[in-house]
C-alpha cells in the first residue's frame, strides 16, 4: 500500500514495501523528480541501506565466532513496514527484528522511518532502536534517485555542487564492487562541481569521502534545483546504472562503507560501523529541499 503526504510545494507518496520513496512530485511546473524505476536501468527508487551499505564479499560477514549471509544493502528494501503514524503533512513506517532477520542479522531492533515536510523541505528521519539486551552493530544510509533531466536540457547539462568548496577524495572500488582500499584525490571543478557524464558510472558509483554534508543537482538550464543535506553521514555516492545511458543521478548519503574485497569481514571491524548499547536509539537525517 502507498501513502501520501503533501503541502503547497510538493507531494509525497511512501510505500510499505521497504518504506521506499515513490514520488516527490514538485508542484511547481507538477515535475516528478523521484526516478521511477525502469528495468531497462534500475527497478529500485529509493531504498534504506540497514544493517549494511553496498555489498559483502562473497555475501557473508561474521559475528562473536558464526558466519551470516546478507543481500546488498541489507534486510529493508523488500521488508513489510507498519504504517504508525499519519498526519497530513506526516507519517511515520516501523519495523521489528523477526525471525527471518534473526537468521541474517543476530539483533533485536525497531526500525523507524519518519517522512515530514516543512515548506519546500522533505525530512527524512531514520531511527534505529535496540530492543536486545548486548551491543548492537550496524550501518546506515540512503539511496534516492533523482530524474536527470527534471527541467529542460539534457543529462550532461546537470551538475553536483557541494555547498563550499572542498577537498574530497574517491575511495574507489574493485571490479567486484567492493572496496578496493585505494583512495584517491577527487578534484572538483572550482573545489564545488562535478559535472555529470554517463561514463563517469561505468565502473559503478564515485563514493567520496570530505565533500562535505550538502550538495545540489542543478543545471544553468533552469532555476530549478534539489539541495540533498546528510549532517552524519561521511560519505556520499553518485550513481545510475553501469554503462547505460539512464536517465537519473542516485545520490547516496552513507555512515558506513562496502566491504573490503578478498576479505570476510567481522561486523565489528567494518568502517564507521555503528554500535548502540541495550535500550539505546541513534537517529539519523536526510533533507531534500525543493529550491
Known sequence: MIYEIENEY???????????????????????????????????????????????????YSFNGKEYEMN???????????????TCKKMTFA???NDDTFARYPFKFIFTVEYS????????????????????YFGLGGHPGFNV???????????????????????TL???????????DYPLEDGRIMRLRHDMFDNDAVILEGAGNEVTLKSDKTEKSITVKFPNMPFVGFWHAVKTDAPYVCIEPWENLPSVDGKVEKLTDKRNIGSLGAGETYNSTINITLN
Open 117 to 136: 515536510l516543512c515548506k519546500n523541505t522533505l525530512s527524512v528521519v531514520y531511527s534505529v532502536k535496540n530492543v536486545g539486551k548486548g551491543t548492537m
Open 95 to 97: 519495523y521489528s527484528a
Open 10 to 60: 510538493m507531494k509525497v507518496s511512501v510505500d510499505v514495501i521497504g518504506a521506499e520513496l515513490k514520488s516527490v512530485l514538485r508542484k511547481d511546473g507538477n515535475i516528478e523528480h523521484l526516478w521511477q524505476g525502469d528495468e531497462k536501468y534500475w527497478t529500485s527508487r529509493s531504498p534504506i541501506l540497514f544493517p549494511i551499505v553496498g555489498r559483502l564479499f562473497e555475501g557473508r
Open 149 to 171: 533531466p527534471f527541467d529542460g536540457g539534457k543529462f550532461e547539462d546537470y551538475y553536483v555542487e557541494t555547498a563550499t568548496k572542498v577537498m574530497p577524495k574517491r575511495l
Open 174 to 184: 574493485s571490479e567486484n564492487y567492493l572496496m578496493s582500499g585505494n583512495i584517491v
Open 72 to 86: 546488498p544493502h541489507g534486510l529493508l528494501r523488500k521488508s513489510k513496514f507498519a504504517l504508525v503514524d499519519k
